[in-house]
């Protein structure tokens, strides 16, 4: 990565260098540090710092497979293992660090791996099919991705083994690492702190392990991930001075004992330090490149802060995590119950915050770091640094107070007054356009939402109002439009368009718009001239899949359905070979039908009494219930048949989101109504409304809007919310992110909602009653319309044949899609 | 190099083709995208198959404009293409082709290279 960076910064400063690069790999450099990710789905050309063309676009002579294996320094030449030799002028290393293997007998069992490249990943993942229980020795930083590594490889018992007390004994502390290992614990993971591996127990393969307290443990595999060990052996072998405990030794401009030999990364030891992470061996990088160059450049000590998310736990440690009384105070807050830990140790007058570790919640790590290295002076309450500001002034913690030169993306070096002078003085406004210019928050990423923020103050500053406009061909925002288009009776994409609008449209106006067209008119989505501006699922009625291929989703109105109905979805399913999987919201999603399919698929459903189940629309997905009153012995009221009759009074409303519901029949809450956009729950009186939850990627809670209503109330309720939803949240907005930008959050909701504040209530229950009434099911229209039929078809010119590039691949039974074929 | 001469693919009726969208003509093994820009009287043809992720999607996209170039959006991943020289507007991804295309009596046709 950082040999990587170098030749990116090299070749973007100067084109007077030839650049040849020797790598002992078969991959060009790779993102090491999301090296896990490989087993989520990633492929090692996801991991790729270039493209395959990169290296010849910039004209660099790349030999992978090739690692030198001599150097001539009074000939000034490198010998490859090819058998080739090559002249240089200068000579960098930037060979990295090999995983430290420590001298336990049994070592060189099978089963026994170390976690460091592609081709290690390889080799676990393969040898991992028959394993059961696994073992990572270390519990540092690697050996936790590792454990994570092997828990998705779906290893079941997987254990970590450290020899100190304590997790990551080089960012934590002892009650961060006690907090962590909780945790962890709680995700089904093994931890043996204080352990110190003796052997490898097994005959040619590995059986177990024997530990120094005469304990024993069986495993199937083990990993290996004890600490990194640079690599100078080739520094080594011409005569370069290397540190007593390994590390090429450099000078602050990365030059070693032979002036025309520079060395940078994990293989370089500065000032008697190994730097193990991205940021300063970027910095060393560029202090190499501005050094090559003549500018004048030295590398300082760096930073060694760190934020990162193990198994999805947030782990931070910064400044000086360890620091204790009496040469600081700290402020420890504690949270056993949601996992959280954080400290904070600030100077003893109070004025400095020296260092911290965040476990569980880091997302205050951004500031906490910038407050800590720009010595930014607290104010009188800096717990509410960790707490939250509880109200009055804020604890000094927010982004206008940051110097200019403040470190905003530590990756690529980029200070607070570059991102604000991009967006300033070269325009960029938008967060693309900004990480282009500048190159922030292109490296973790983790500085991202900090950038965020600094543009939009940026602008804010400049007196620019950011005005919330759809795109350049509407100068308006959504909630502007929906009145608009009301208002002039407008009812097809091109209307609106020539209308309101300028130019000729694109992918962002034309589903909001026509999702507009639909909440307002309930018209036959397809209608001609209209197809064209939904949305592609939209404009096919299915949702399409990786490959090609499109899932067909049935209505299964609160989850309820006959076994005749099952028999047909079967039976349907094998006819047209489609793979069948039980969805969230208690429906059944058949998976991988030909586009031109689609219409004998749902003419047969149709005849079966089945309907369009909108899983591809932005509308009323499902409303998932418990059994309820009628089968379990603890229900309240009948909840499948609320569901069922909500259900299908909202079906087929389009709105800026999807969105979800649920009804539960007591509250042992079965249906998890209170993670739905709106949930009902059963009480002894009545229903409690609950509204604006999500699950997703930011799960949040739905909030009590009405308790103990009778149904006719609650479905008015209903009615209304949804239609101020309708009419006034931005484009793809879900009901939570909504509430989250409304002035006066909850309570203002149920004072428009329960109390009619504005007046709306009996237009927005009439509005939802005429879309109620009109409802049609768009797949019965489109299997009976010969014209918008007609469109159901992969080649215009041979409508018969399907799309012969779809293929399909085998597992459990039945197919699935192949892995993307990205080249 | 063997010299290429364009031959014309006879692919479809005006009134066969999305207005303001794409279909999909079959060419051999080959596929390609027509447009019917109606809002601007304009056709276009190009490439089926989406460089970013290989799919045969591109026909299957919503056509628009960014700052008057006429351009497609896979419905993938969104990744957005010029309608006049291929050239992808958002991201990396590599220049998509894109053909010659007439109309005449009413029939479409595609200059297709072989």
């Given amino acids: 990565m950082v040999g990587y960076k170098f030749c990116e910064k090299l070749t973007s400063k100067s084109n007077s260098f030839k650049l040849i690069v020797f790598g002992e790999e078969s991959r060009r450099a790779y993102d090491r540090v999301h090296l896990s990710e490989y087993f989520n789905g990633k492929s090692a050309e996801d991991l790729s710092m270039s493209t395959s063309t990169w290296y010849e676009e910039q004209e660099i002579d790349l030999h992978l497979n090739n690692p030198v294996t001599g150097i001539d320094r009074m000939a000034k030449t490198v010998s490859t293992l090819s058998g080739e030799i090559f002249d240089y002028d200068f000579l960098v290393f930037a060979t990295g660090s090999a995983a430290f293997v420590p001298n336990i007998k049994g070592i060189e069992k099978e089963g026994v791996f170390v976690y460091r490249t592609i081709d290690d990943l390889d080799l676990i993942?393969?040898?991992?099919?028959?394993?059961?229980?696994?073992?990572?020795?270390?519990?540092?930083?690697?050996?936790?991705?590792?454990?994570?590594?092997?828990?998705?490889?779906?290893?079941?018992?997987?254990?970590?083994?450290?020899f100190a007390p304590r997790l990551m004994p080089r960012q934590i502390d002892l009650a961060g690492s006690e907090m962590l290992k909780s945790k962890l614990i709680d995700l089904g993971l093994q931890i043996h702190l204080?352990?110190?591996?003796?052997?490898?127990?097994?005959?040619?393969?590995?059986?177990?392990?024997?530990?120094?307290d005469d304990t024993e443990m069986a495993v199937d595999m083990l990993v290996i991930s004890a600490g990194i060990k640079p690599r100078d052996e080739l520094a080594r072998q011409c005569g370069i001075t290397v540190g007593p405990r390994g590390g090429i030794v450099v000078n602050t401009e990365m030059q070693t004992n032979d002036p025309c030999v520079f060395a940078i990364g994990e293989c370089a030891l500065f000032e008697e330090m190994i730097y193990g992470l991205i940021a300063p061996g970027y910095e060393m990088a560029e202090v190499l490149v501005s050094n090559l160059c003549a500018q004048r450049k030295s590398f300082k000590s760096f930073d060694m802060s760190t934020k990162l998310k193990l198994i999805g736990i947030d782990v931070a440690s910064f400044g000086d995590p360890f620091i204790k009384e009496p040469d600081c105070r700290t402020i420890v807050f504690e949270n056993k119950h949601k996992g959280i830990y954080k400290r904070i140790n600030i100077s003893n007058d109070g004025q400095y915050l020296l260092g911290g570790i965040l476990i569980g919640d880091a997302a205050a790590?951004?500031?906490l770091l910038q407050t800590s290295v720009n010595r930014i002076l607290l104010t009188e309450n800096p717990e509410e640094l960790i707490l939250g500001n509880r109200g009055g002034q804020q604890a000094g913690a927010s982004i206008t107070n940051l110097p200019d030169e403040a470190l905003i993306c530590s990756c690529e070096g980029v200070t607070k007054g570059n991102i604000c002078s991009a967006v300033m003085e070269q325009g960029c406004e938008t967060l693309d356009s900004l990480k282009k210019c500048t190159k922030a928050g292109t490296g973790c990423g983790g500085c991202t939402p900090m950038v965020k923020d600094l543009m939009l103050d940026s602008l804010k500053a400049q007196g620019k109002y950011v005005r919330n406009v759809i795109c350049e061909h509407f100068k308006y925002s959504r909630q502007e439009l929906y009145d608009l288009i009301h208002i002039h009776q407008l009812k097809s994409y091109d209307e609106v368009l020539n209308k309101l609008g300028e130019s000729d449209g694109c992918e962002t106006c034309k589903p909001l718009v026509s999702s507009l067209l639909a909440s307002i008119w309930n018209e036959m989505i397809l209608k001609k001239g209209n197809d064209t501006a939904q949305d592609s699922n939209d404009r096919f009625l299915a949702n399409i899949q990786k490959g090609g291929s499109y899932s067909v989703v049935p209505r299964v109105a609160g989850g309820e359905i006959t076994p005749e109905k099952l028999?047909?979805?079967?039976?349907?399913?094998?006819?047209?070979?489609?793979?069948?999987?039980?969805?969230?919201?208690?429906?059944?999603?058949?998976?991988?039908?030909?586009?031109?399919?689609?219409?004998?698929?749902?003419?047969?459903?149709?005849?079966?009494?089945?309907?369009?189940?909108?899983?591809?629309?932005?509308?009323?997905?499902?409303?998932?219930s418990c059994v309820g009153s009628t089968w379990c012995r603890f229900g309240l009221h009948d909840s499948v048949s609320f569901a069922i009759r909500i259900e299908e009074r909202y079906r087929g409303i389009r709105a800026p989101h999807k969105f979800k519901s649920a009804v539960s029949g007591c509250i042992r809450e079965c249906a998890e109504a209170q993670s739905k956009d709106f949930g009902i729950i059963a009480t002894e009186k009545g229903w409690n409304l609950y509204v604006c939850g999500n699950g997703g990627s930011k799960p949040q809670h739905a909030l009590l809007l009405a308790s103990n209503v009778d149904s006719e109330t609650c479905i008015k309720y209903i009615?209304?919310?949804?239609?101020?939803?309708?009419?006034?949240?931005?484009?793809?907005?879900?009901?939570?992110?909504?509430?989250?930008?409304?002035?006066?959050?909850?309570d203002y909701l149920r004072n428009v909602v329960v109390n009619d504040s504005l007046g709306m209530a009996e237009k927005w229950e009439a509005e939802i009653e005429t879309l109620v009434d009109t409802y049609k099911c768009e797949w019965k229209e489109a299997v009976e319309n010969p014209a918008i039929r007609k469109r159901f078809s992969h080649f215009v010119n041979a409508p018969e044949d399907k799309d012969p590039t779809i293929e399909f691949v085998e597992m459990r039974g039945q197919k699935r899609t192949p892995e993307w074929k990205t080249v | 190099m063997t010299e290429?001469?364009?031959?014309?693919l006879a692919a479809c009726r005006v009134e066969d083709a999305a207005e303001n969208g794409g279909v999909c003509v079959k060419n051999g093994e080959e596929q390609i995208a027509l447009f019917y820009f109606t809002r601007?009287?304009?056709?276009?043809?190009?490439?089926?198959?989406?460089?970013?992720?290989?799919?045969?999607?591109?026909?299957?996209?919503?056509?628009?404009?960014?700052?008057?170039?006429?351009?497609?959006?896979?419905?993938?991943?969104?990744?957005?293409?010029?309608?006049?020289?291929?050239?992808?507007?958002?991201?990396?991804?590599?220049?998509?082709?894109?053909?010659?295309?007439?109309v005449e009596n009413g029939t479409v046709y595609i200059a297709v290279n072989r």
């Fill in chain 1, 194 to 212: 204080n352990k110190n591996t003796s052997s490898i127990e097994g005959e040619t393969y590995i059986t177990g392990l024997k530990f120094s």
């Fill in chain 2, 4 to 8: 290429t001469k364009n031959n014309w």
């Fill in chain 1, 719 to 746: 009615d209304r919310f949804l239609m101020f939803y309708i009419r006034t949240a931005d484009p793809l907005t879900r009901t939570a992110t909504w509430l989250n930008k409304m002035d006066g959050g909850i």
């Fill in chain 1, 567 to 624: 028999i047909v979805i079967g039976e349907v399913a094998k006819k047209y070979n489609l793979y069948t999987k039980i969805t969230g919201g208690q429906r059944i999603d058949m998976f991988g039908a030909h586009l031109n399919d689609l219409p004998v698929i749902w003419e047969e459903l149709i005849a079966a009494g089945f309907e369009s189940g909108h899983a591809y629309g932005k509308g009323l997905r499902t409303v998932k």
């Fill in chain 1, 365 to 367: 790590y951004n500031m």
């Fill in chain 1, 125 to 162: 993942a393969d040898y991992s099919k028959n394993a059961r229980k696994a073992s990572v020795i270390g519990g540092g930083l690697l050996g936790l991705e590792a454990a994570k590594a092997l828990i998705d490889l779906g290893i079941e018992e997987t254990s970590i083994i450290e």
């Fill in chain 2, 40 to 102: 601007r009287n304009e056709w276009y043809a190009t490439q089926n198959e989406c460089p970013h992720k290989k799919q045969m999607a591109l026909s299957r996209g919503m056509i628009g404009t960014l700052t008057d170039e006429p351009k497609v959006a896979c419905p993938f991943h969104k990744k957005n293409f010029s309608l006049k020289t291929g050239e992808c507007l958002s991201g990396d991804e590599c220049a998509i082709k894109t053909y010659p295309v007439k």
